[in-house]
Every structure is written in C-alpha cells, then in structure tokens.
C-alpha cells in the first residue's frame, strides 16, 4: 500500500524511480523516529543517485518546523502557525507524505497558506491573550530546533512584523517585508487585488473566499515543493527561471510548475460582463481540469493592460463575444509570444492565418460538429455554435493554421481552429461552437435540442479535456479522496440506543466487529488517530457530533416512513464501495433494526457486471440491506427485487405532488433512465440464502444533483419548470433514498401478499418499453415485441409466429441501445 501511494504522488514527476531497501537518511533534527525501523524494512525510492525516503514511520512533528500563533478547537481543529519557506516545504513535504503530526497526536488534513495583516494579529492578540504564550513557547522550540528563518524565506509577511516590536532586526525585517509584500501584491496575487479593502477577514481561516482561492495555490506549491525533492527541473524550465526578476520571491520559485509558469488561469468575460459569465466558465473549467492543479482567477478589464498577468498566467481564457480593443489584442499577443496559451470561447479574438466570418443563420441552432482529435480520431457531437465561423486567410500561413473541427454542413465550415505563435511555444485554440455554456442556463427551445445536447454532454467533456489537454494542461482525475470514518446515525434515538445496547453484546474488546470484507471498530467520538483503510473503518457512534454539507439527517428521518427498512445507517462522507460496509453486520443485527448504509462519494463504486460505479458527489448512492422468506412471493421470485428497488426509485420522485411528470423511467432488468434515452441510475443486487431466509444487499446509484458530464434527476425538475412554468424545487438524495427505502418497503409488502400483479401495473406506468421492438441473438436477428414481465421477473417477448417467449435479465444481454436480448435458456 505504501508503495502503492509513493507511486500515486509521484505520477506527475515524469521521472523513473526504483524502490530499494537501504539504511535511509538520518531522523530529522531534534526528533527520533517513533519506532526504529530495522533497516531491512525500509522502503526507500531510488531516482539516480539520489534516495528518498519513504518510510511512514519517519513521523514530522509539526512544531518542528513552525510556531503556532492561534488555534481553534472544535472540528475541525484549526491552527495558524508561521513557518519559513523552507520549513514550509518541509511541512509540505511530510503531508504530502502522510507523515506530518501535530504535538497532540492529531494528523493535519489539510494546509493552507494565510495572510494574515499587523491589525490582525494584534486583534488576535487581544482576543486570544494564550496565543501570545503558546507562540512565544513555540518560538522558542523552533529556535532550539530549527536554524533562525532567514528573512527572504518567511512565507507571510504580516505575522512577523507584529512579532516583536522595537528589536532592531525586526524593524529591519520590518521595512524588507513591506517592500516584499508590496512587491508580492503587484506580482503574483491576483486574488488579492479581488478583494477589496473592507473585505479581509479577521482569520483567514479555509472557509474564506480568500483562503479557498490561496488554498488551491498552497497545494500547489506544497505539491511542487513535494516534487521538487525528486525531479531535476527540466533544463527549459530553469532557463525561464533564470530570466526571472530577482525580485521574485522564494515562494513564487516554488510555485513554478513544470512548464515554467505558476499554474493560474485567468478568464477574460469582457468588459461588461457580470459574476454570472465568469463563475460559469470558471465551473466548466474546474470539471475538466485536475482542480487540485490550477487556481482559476478573473481577468478584469482594468487588469489586462495593468496587472503583471502575463508572466503569471499559463492559461487566458477569452470568453466574450464583444470585440476586443487593439490595445487589449497587443497585451494577449504579447501573452502568446511568451509563451502563453489562449483559449477562446466564441470570441472575436482571433490572429495571423484567420478570420471571423458571421453566419447568423447558423445561430441557436444545434448543429453537428466533428472535432480531430490528437490521436487522429473523430469525435461527433451536437452543440450550439456562436454564429461566426473561422475562415483561413493569409495563404503563407496556412499550413500554420490547424483547423480542430468542422460543421457536417455542406460548407464544412470550420468552427475550431489551433494556431501556434511565435518561438516560445505559445498557442491558441479558438472556438466558435458553446462548449462553455451550462446546458441547464441554455435558452433551448424544444425538448429535442434538449435531448440532443445532454447526449453529446459527455462528448462535450471529452473534447474540451482534449483541448486543455493539447494547451498543456492537466485534466487526470483529481486525485482519490481520502476515506473518512463511518457515522453510526437511526432514525430516532430509542433505535439508536436499543442498537448500542446490541452493540455492547457483539463487539470484542477493542470495540471490533469483524469480517471478512471489511472489520467495523466502534467509537463514541471522533478520534484524533482514527484507523480507516479499506478493510478496516472506525465507526463513530455518538449522533449528536454528525454534520454534513451534503446528507442532512434530519431530511433523512422525516422522509424516512418504514417499519423496519434503513432504521440504521451507516454514513460516510467517502468511502470505497457502500456495498462492503454492512457486511459484518447484516447477518447479525436483529431484522427490525433494518440497515443502510450511505455515501457521499465512493472511491470503489461498483456496477453490474464488474463494471465501475463512477460516485461523485451530487450522486445518491445508497446500499439497502433486506430480508425476504425463501418460501414467500418474493423469495420465489428473488429477480423481481432489482425490479421493485429501480420502480421504488422513479416512484420516490413521481409520487411527490407535483412531480408526478418528471421524465424519470424503469429500464428492466434495473435501470433508471431519463425517458428512453439515458441511464441516470442503476440497482445491484447481491443475496445470500442462509437457512430458509435470503438475505439481500441491494446497491442504489442515481443523479440527483450532478448535472455532467451527463444528466441528473434536478436538470429534468429544471426542464419541467422551463416548459410548465412550474417552480418545483430540486431535490436531494437525503430525502430521495429515504423515500426509495419507504416506497420500496410497501412495493414488498404488496408483492408478498398479492404477487407480481399486485405490482407491475405500476412498473408499466414507469417502464420505457411499452410497445417496443427489440431484435433476438444479434443485430441481424428477428424482431420481437415486448410484451411484459413473465411470473419470475424475465422479459417477455413476442416474436411473430412463434409466439411469447422470455430473455434473460443478466449481464448486459439486453442492449437497449441496439435493442439486442437474448433468449432465456431453459
Ligand atoms: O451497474 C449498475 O447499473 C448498478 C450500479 C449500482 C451502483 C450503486 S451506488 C451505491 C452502491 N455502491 C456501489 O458500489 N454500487 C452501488
């Protein structure tokens, strides 16, 4: 696993490694590691002649490197420390590493870099007199540990100026810092320049508009600090560091990125553009981009001719249709010919081999586009192109000019074109089709272009990732998310205590339930050294400390109307696949504590037929734990749950008043799909048969707020409302799973006592097959007719002279795309 990780972090190094075992290099200063490690045991990463150590027990203590200044108790625990830059990387590094400890045992989850002002601190000072004493105390470790921070290295300025007045040195350190960050302030942070002077926080504390825009350049750096340890940087990139003011601080070296530029964004909307356009362009780009990668700013217009933006920007995005003045044209070729990206989104802005040409006609009208790929494939898609195409001009040029995509009209007329600039590696890639533009903000006219545009969605996505891919930027997934313990939470608080009292009889010692999948360890609170891998997860049992931005349980509970189903619930922010976690519990717990277990995003989701479940958030993913009597309706007809699970789905949402016309369909085997046309949901079905009763782990996924790269439940409320005039609200998966469990619990008490007809007029209502043709064995086979569900669940057809037969339900032998289905064996 440790290898495993080391691998993970360094993917980005382009480099080769080779693990070895060797002797490692000395603990760090003032600190032995906590356990010696026999040689032999220590892995250690070999690039060239260089070793790097990567042995988890080489544990940092963070006080070693930085003196606190405040904290704040409660949770998350918060803590401001200063720290000089090259102690900063040293953090950096240890975190990156997971190896980074507070004093008190506790592991930091996250860094982030503040500025904090004199009237700050000294605010600070007086609310919080202990902070003075806690920083001297820690000042004096740091001392005693640490060489003295020189001064060209502190990394924020504010704090050490407060430090301690009247010393000489300060007053030196004073008066550089000052220039420093003045300097800081013109050169490199956009974001500052954003926020206006009312608008500082006291503490620039991770939930500031401030500190979440510098926390993505903190990672950054923290990340390149991390990295700079094991590459040599490319010979290009210390040549353009050379060329770099010397004025430039240590910390803006740092932030330099494999392509010789810090890793900011900028977006140009225009003169006269509103919040609205930037945050939508700045969204798109952060679903493409690795996010942890980039910080995304505004380029105002006051800034383009001012700011020092160019030497700081590795990408400009131009999204505005105005015409862009000459001055401004000069300041973004300037950007190119040092090397600078552009991307333009339907804007005017275009150089050497190129014009625009407008085409009004070609206006709000979807069109069909196929876009050349980097690897010489085609993509075809459906989009909305902004009324002007490209047209090639000067004939020396040509060859330059790199047409990305054109119209399958009979001008083929070229709406994305690439064209390179100058010697330093600067390029554009203009568009005149709305890859930015959210489907949702979209002025669509009829359900068709609707449909249309959310089926090219997921292309729209894959071309735009090739686009800032071929612009040099990095669009791999972000990296996995970290597992988070699991929250043991009930419906009420009589269940939770009467579960806690069958705990207290079932857990060993140490508060273990274990499995073979996965071994769940009990605790009341959180805990600062909490074990969670993905086969072994502490479960916090106290409610009262459960909160989460996405899954409210109070939501929960009210929407929850059962006599047994989804009673208890296992909660996790992210975990590796819901479907593990009841598994030590399932067999155990007495029926009418009914179990469920929940998750805001999965790093393992699992699909049908091995395949992945991908979970991001916005996704409502859900495993149902149930019982059901072999000798009962349903346990004679076990296929019939994923039946009943995909129906108590569409039925959560249309039997909400008001949603009964929400486009939101059964698939058979066990599909939710927006009409006929695109899967938004799936069920999978595991049971077990012990004894005489089935125990089943029935696995929900469905869109509920994730609109792309496809489609979800609230884009079709949004749809609906558009068309009807209506002001349904969006909903959340919270209250959704909770009407699914509830919906699902009266569909089997129903089946158990009536059978499937006691249900499936209700799944036909949903279903999207009615008066279907589908063709049996292969695409050249005969052609059927779907004319229902037969008693155990399988698919009825009715092939012309040789009447009804059934298909199978499993694997993917029911290909709705090609209307494929197998014939069942019998
Ligand atoms: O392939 C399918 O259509 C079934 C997908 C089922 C996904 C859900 S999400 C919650 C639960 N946990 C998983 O890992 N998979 C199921």
């Not at 993509?379 to 040029?397: A, H, P, R, T, Y």
Request: charged letters at 25%; a negative charge.
């Amino acid at each position: 696993a440790l290898i495993r990780r080391t691998v993970r972090r360094l993917h980005r190094s382009r480099c080769s490694f080779t693990f070895c075992c060797c002797a490692g290099p000395a603990p760090p200063p003032a600190r032995q590691p906590r356990r010696q490690v026999p040689p032999e045991e220590r892995v250690c990463l070999r690039i060239g002649n260089k070793v790097f150590f990567t042995d988890e027990t080489q544990v940092v203590k963070w006080s070693d490197y930085c003196s606190p200044l405040a904290y704040k108790p409660g949770e998350p625990y918060k803590l401001i420390a200063e720290a000089s830059i090259d102690n900063f990387s040293n953090l950096g590094i240890a975190f990156m590493e997971d190896r980074l400890q507070m004093d008190n045992g506790m592991v930091p989850h996250k860094i982030v870099s503040v500025h904090l002002q004199e009237s700050t601190l000294k605010e600070l000072g007086q609310v919080a007199p202990s902070v003075k004493e806690e920083r001297n105390v820690s000042s004096t470790q740091m001392n005693e540990t640490t060489p003295a921070a020189t001064f060209g290295t502190t990394v924020k300025s504010g704090l050490e100026i407060a430090a301690s007045p009247g010393d000489p040195e300060s007053e030196e350190e004073k008066s550089k810092l000052e220039k420093e960050s003045k300097h800081e302030d013109e050169s490199s942070s956009l974001s500052d320049k954003e926020i206006g002077p009312g608008e500082h926080h006291h503490l620039h504390l991770s939930s500031c508009r401030e500190c979440l825009q510098l926390e993505n350049s903190t990672i950054e750096s923290v990340r390149f600090a991390s990295a700079e340890n094991i590459p040599e940087l490319s010979d290009d990139c210390s040549s353009k560091l050379e060329e770099k003011n010397d004025n430039y601080t240590a910390r803006e070296v740092k932030r330099i990125n494999l392509a010789g530029k810090p890793p900011n964004i900028l977006i140009y909307v225009g003169s006269e553009a509103s919040k609205v356009e930037f945050e939508q362009v700045k969204s798109i780009l952060q679903e493409c981009i690795d996010r942890d990668n980039y910080t995304i700013y505004q380029l105002h217009e006051e800034q383009v001719l001012k700011a020092p933006w160019i030497d700081n920007a590795l990408l400009l995005v131009i999204a505005t249709e105005e015409p862009i003045s000459e001055e401004n044209h000069q300041q973004f070729m300037k950007f190119l010919s040092k090397g600078g990206k552009i991307l333009g989104f339907s804007s005017s802005f275009t150089f050497d081999g190129i014009q625009i040409k407008r085409k009004n006609k070609l206006k709000k009208i979807v069109h069909e586009l196929v876009v050349s790929q980097l690897d010489n494939t085609e993509i075809k898609l459906d989009f909305l192109i902004s009324g002007c195409i490209f047209e090639e001009v000067m004939k020396e040029n040509i060859g330059k000019v790199k047409p990305l995509s054109r119209l399958s009209n009979a001008d083929r007329d070229i709406v994305i074109v690439h064209l390179p600039y100058g010697d330093s590696g600067g390029e554009a890639i203009l568009c005149q089709v709305h890859l930015e533009w959210d489907i949702n903000s979209m002025d669509i006219q009829t359900k068709d272009d609707f449909n249309t545009l959310k089926m090219s969605n997921s292309k729209r996505y894959e071309v735009l990732k090739e686009i800032l891919t071929s612009l040099g930027l990095s669009c791999e997934l972000s990296e996995i998310p970290v597992l988070t313990p699991l929250y043991l939470l009930s419906s009420d608080e009589e269940i939770h205590l009467a579960f806690l009292k069958w705990l207290e009889q079932n857990v060993d010692a140490e508060g273990l339930i274990e499995s073979s999948k996965l071994s769940l360890k009990f605790v009341s609170s959180c805990e600062s050294k909490m074990e969670i891998t993905p086969s072994l997860m502490s479960v916090i049992t106290q409610m009262g400390s459960f909160s989460s931005e996405h899954f409210s349980l109070e939501t929960y509970q009210q929407n929850l109307q059962t006599k047994k189903l989804g009673k208890i619930l296992l909660f996790a922010e992210v975990t590796t696949t819901t479907m593990n976690l009841l598994d030590g519990l399932m067999f155990k717990l007495p029926e009418e504590m009914g179990l469920i277990a929940i998750a805001v995003r999965q790093t393992q989701g699992k699909g049908r037929g091995g395949n992945v479940w991908l979970s991001p958030v916005g996704c409502a993913l859900s495993t149902l734990h149930i019982t059901i009597p072999l000798y009962s309706n349903l346990g004679q007809r076990i296929p019939f749950v994923q039946h009943l699970v995909s129906l108590a789905v569409v039925e959560s949402v249309r039997s909400i008043p008001g949603y009964e016309d929400i486009e939101l369909r059964v698939k058979w085997p066990n599909d939710i799909y927006y009409s006929d046309l695109m899967k938004l949901g799936g069920v999978l079905v595991n049971s077990t048969l012990i004894e005489t009763t089935f125990h089943v782990l029935i696995g929900f996924g469905f869109n509920v707020n994730n609109s792309n790269p496809t489609i979800c439940i609230n884009d079709l409320i949004k749809k609906h409302n558009k068309k009807e005039g209506t002001q349904l609200k969006a909903l959340t998966a919270d209250c959704l799973i909770a009407r699914t469990v509830t919906v699902l619990e009266r569909l089997i008490d129903i089946f158990q006592e009536k059978g499937p007809n006691g249900v499936l007029h209700c799944y036909y209502k949903y279903w999207v097959h009615s008066g279907k043709q589908v063709r049996l064995h292969s695409e050249e086979g005969p052609i059927a007719w779907i004319v229902g569900i037969d008693d155990c669940g399988f698919l009825q057809v009715h092939e012309e002279g040789k009447g009804i037969e059934s298909v199978h339900p499993d694997g993917n032998s029911f290909d709705m795309v090609k209307n494929l289905v197998v014939p069942k064996r019998s």
